[in-house]
DNA sequence: GTTTAGCACTCTACCTTTCTGAGTGCTAAA
DNA sequence: TTTAGCACTCAGAAAGGTAGAGTGCTAAAC
């Protein structure tokens, strides 16, 4: 059953004008702003129809209509239109984002930071995941006897460091024996393919050092370690506090779930994780109330996109707001950042 | 003017009522409470007399006592009991804290995440301040052509990388020269006085590779802004979700002030510092509601120390709860947590 | 068949009033 | 100095009343 024309526009009015005003809209106030050419009693009619269908809601019998999730959907889906940047907003973002980043976190760090002001939602940036990333370089320094800083560095552009503890007597140049050995062994490799053992081979093939076979597996095991725990997603999120100002968390309550959940980083990562891989071709993936499968976030919507390093699929940003979320402004915020982030990795 | 003996126990006791209930302390209830050897009237007047003197205040005419943030004050500075941690908290704390870690921003990020878990307030934990830094290690990686991660690692134990963009053709071997001509120029200096001119000085007095001054001090000026940059404090907070569910922040406009104040980190950084600076001699600081000159933290109070790094004076923990809040309890709990980062960071 | 005017109906939000009870301060006696 | 007793105060809950926004339905008009 599809909706004819007229209640299409009335699903979107109402959408629109509970999204501005986060009142439950009327037959009255819905002909007072906007230009239908019937009277209120059709749009009564259709506003009952739409709402035996699943796309309305109302809070109580002597109330208006606010939209459903099946609403909500609908509107994003096919009714909604499409809005550009305004050239200020544009502005704005280039500020924050043009100048270019060094280092993939603070860049990340600077594009939730954008979002979150520009939207006044909730926003968050996610560095590049696992299944894009090999192993680039691997570097040991010997902060003091005992004391090994690991570096990592990943394809995406991702650096981390871990400092580890290995036997005092170790020198400085036998852990960079070690480390090169390694790092020659595995630079390329797709971070799925290492494991303690190609780890190990690395190093048993290329070094020359004489080392005993026990001492030389606990560093490599440590390496292993700083390796594995490169591809650890970081979340950066931005904005938490401005849902507090919004009406539909005056109470207190739902603020705490919503908070409570947001405050796992890794459950966020996990399910942007889960919702990317179920919408692959999708340019942006949206998920609006009951849809969310995360505890405390069912009265929001969620948007998250993609951005690339050098043209492959790699790592997320997103934003959390209200179901009743500016979608299409939004929309186009987080695919001018992203837009801004491809660049930026692209031409380094 | 010093209160006597009876009036003290009452302000005792309404202070411990008014922590434990959050409501307000009347002279009936006040009597079944506590073992008072008086009468309600006898207690009514010494509350009058407590409220006169700036104590205590009413809500309302009929309604009981609240303490105010003098009556905190006289409570926290002379009257509390300071009780013990439990053998069990101890051994919570000790469970999350205990193991060894191997970098002190893991170790401060558990500390803070264990303080919040204990007192049900936020916590924070803040890395070592610059008076107590200095430079002990520079190095510079290349990671591609043009691009140098340079690591920084102080005194404290703190590790810092930055990656920066150097010209192209500059190699390998020149920039480890380079790096290391700074670095022995450098190490053991005090960060205050590490100036763009002092690692001009420390690289030309110790190179011997022939440079170009034009090129050498662009790579001079990346390396000074990564040490300063090192010198920046990070700070690690936890819990901010659990004010939702008290009393006091029941009503969001509070909660939205105090998220507001607390999602600019800098400000909060700077805060303690100043109050570190005010109660140099002291064990640990505490600021009661309009002690607090940080706007939206007016309802709050503010409990911090200072952790050692080997002995010296470095960075601070702390907690933001209520006003009513179980001081003794959190003080007892905020010092073991000290105590352990101490034993962390001594033993290295 | 669709649209519309008209009307009775519903229900929340808001205001007012009343009532209750916890808590007070004061007075006068112990 | 302490206490019993009492009149007083005031927030908050409960109850009642009103206004108005919004509805659904019916019957007439297009």
Same mark, same amino acid.
């Given at each position: 059953?599809? %909706?004819?024309?007229?209640?299409?526009?009335?699903?979107?009015?109402?959408?629109?004008?509970?999204?501005?005003?986060?009142?439950?809209?009327?037959?009255?106030?819905?002909?007072?702003?906007?230009?239908?050419?019937?009277?209120?009693?059709?749009?009564?009619?259709?506003?009952?129809?739409?709402?035996?269908?699943?796309? %309305?809601?109302?809070?109580?019998?002597?109330?208006?209509?606010?939209?459903? #999730?099946?609403?909500?959907?609908?509107?994003? =889906?096919?009714?909604?239109?499409?809005?550009?940047?305004? #050239?200020?907003? +544009?502005?704005?973002?280039?500020?924050?984002?043009?100048?270019?980043?060094?280092?993939?976190?603070?860049?990340?760090?600077?594009?939730?930071?954008? *979002?979150?002001?520009?939207?006044?939602?909730?926003?968050?940036?996610?560095?590049?995941?696992?299944?894009?990333?090999?192993?680039?370089?691997?570097?040991?320094?010997?902060?003091?006897?005992?004391?090994?800083?690991?570096?990592?560095?990943?394809?995406?552009?991702?650096?981390?460091?871990?400092?580890?503890?290995?036997?005092?007597?170790?020198?400085?140049?036998?852990?960079?024996?070690?480390? =090169?050995?390694?790092?020659?062994?595995?630079?390329?490799?797709?971070? &799925?393919?290492?494991?303690?053992?190609?780890?190990?081979?690395?190093?048993?093939?290329?070094?020359?050092?004489? *080392?005993?076979?026990?001492? %030389?597996?606990?560093?490599?095991?440590?390496?292993?370690?700083?390796?594995?725990?490169?591809?650890?997603?970081?979340?950066?999120?931005?904005?938490?506090?401005?849902?507090?100002?919004?009406?539909?968390?005056?109470?207190?309550?739902?603020?705490?779930?919503?908070?409570?959940?947001? &405050?796992?980083?890794?459950?966020?990562? +996990?399910?942007?994780?889960?919702?990317?891989?179920?919408?692959?071709?999708?340019?942006?993936?949206?998920?609006?109330?009951?849809?969310?499968?995360?505890?405390?976030?069912?009265?929001?919507?969620?948007?998250?996109?993609?951005?690339?390093?050098?043209?492959?699929?790699?790592? =997320?940003?997103?934003?959390? +707001?209200?179901?009743?979320?500016?979608?299409?402004?939004?929309?186009?915020?987080? =695919?001018?950042?992203?837009?801004?982030?491809?660049?930026?990795?692209?031409?380094?």
């Amino acid at each position: 059953m599809t %909706l004819d024309n007229r209640k299409k526009n009335v699903l979107q009015a109402i959408v629109d004008d509970y999204v501005a005003t986060c009142e439950p809209v009327g037959s009255k106030s819905l002909i007072d702003r906007h230009d239908f050419m019937v009277s209120s009693a059709t749009l009564r009619n259709d506003m009952a129809e739409l709402e035996r269908l699943g796309y %309305l809601e109302q809070p109580h019998t002597s109330a208006g209509r606010i939209p459903s #999730d099946k609403g909500y959907r609908e509107y994003v =889906n096919s009714l909604m239109k499409v809005d550009c940047l305004s #050239d200020e907003e +544009g502005q704005e973002i280039k500020e924050k984002l043009g100048r270019s980043f060094d280092e993939i976190a603070s860049l990340l760090k600077a594009a939730a930071s954008t *979002l979150a002001d520009q939207t006044g939602y909730i926003s968050l940036a996610m560095t590049p995941k696992l299944a894009s990333s090999y192993l680039t370089q691997l570097k040991m320094l010997m902060i003091e006897p005992g004391k090994v800083l690991v570096v990592v560095v990943l394809s995406a552009g991702v650096v981390k460091n871990r400092m580890v503890r290995i036997p005092d007597f170790l020198t400085q140049e036998q852990i960079a024996q070690i480390s =090169n050995a390694v790092e020659q062994g595995l630079s390329g490799m797709p971070l &799925s393919e290492i494991s303690l053992i190609t780890v190990a081979t690395a190093a048993k093939d290329n070094q020359k050092v004489e *080392l005993p076979d026990s001492l %030389l597996n606990q560093v490599l095991y440590e390496a292993y370690t700083a390796i594995k725990q490169a591809d650890n997603l970081d979340v950066y999120m931005d904005g938490k506090h401005r849902m507090l100002a919004l009406p539909e968390f005056s109470d207190t309550r739902r603020a705490q779930e919503l908070f409570n959940t947001l &405050s796992h980083d890794g459950l966020v990562a +996990g399910y942007v994780d889960e919702v990317t891989k179920e919408d692959e071709k999708k340019q942006y993936m949206i998920r609006i109330g009951q849809e969310i499968t995360l505890e405390g976030l069912n009265d929001c919507s969620f948007i998250t996109t993609t951005y690339t390093v050098n043209g492959k699929v790699a790592g =997320n940003i997103g934003v959390i +707001g209200p179901k009743r979320m500016e979608y299409s402004k939004v929309i186009s915020q987080i =695919n001018f950042v992203r837009m801004l982030i491809d660049q930026q990795l692209s031409d380094s």
